[in-house]
């Protein structure tokens, strides 16, 4: 009954911090990449991008960050299309002409459009939830496990 009270307590846990995740993954991939939202002003370019895609995808326009890292990335992140945000680090823009940069951009906004953010949280969940039982049913001795009141120990 331990084992389960256990395993109860650490579905609620992961339950809860994957429900933070699916809430607030704007802010946290944000966050974590130090992006910062841009208006139309800061990024005109990147904002004329992200507009065409979005009016030729007939799809709501994602807020647009830019993270000052050198490292060429881009992410979007956000449970849907009203919380999506499409982030572009500076070293990508500095290393891709426009047209790769479109392209890129094109992939990321589809992300938006499919609602992989909330779909990869729901699908992760289950993978969490497994691997802690699993976890937990190792710990616990339920897959064969040596008796504590043994003496184990062998004599050299």
Known sequence: IVLLKSVVLVVVIAAAL???QYWYSDRIALYAMHGRLVTREE?????????????AADMPKPRVAISRMDLPNAFATGRNADHAV???TTGLQRRLEPAELEGVLAHELSHVAHR???VITIAS???????????FAFYSQLFG??????????AI
């Open 18 to 20: 994957l429900g933070v």
């Open 43 to 55: 990024a005109p370019q990147l904002h004329g991008v992200i507009d065409r895609l979005c009016a």
């Open 86 to 88: 499409v982030c572009v």
């Open 116 to 118: 992989d953010v909330a």
């Open 125 to 135: 969940f289950l993978g969490v939830i497994a691997g802690l039982i699993v976890r």
């Open 145 to 154: 496990g040596r008796n504590r009141d043994q003496n184990t120990a062998v």
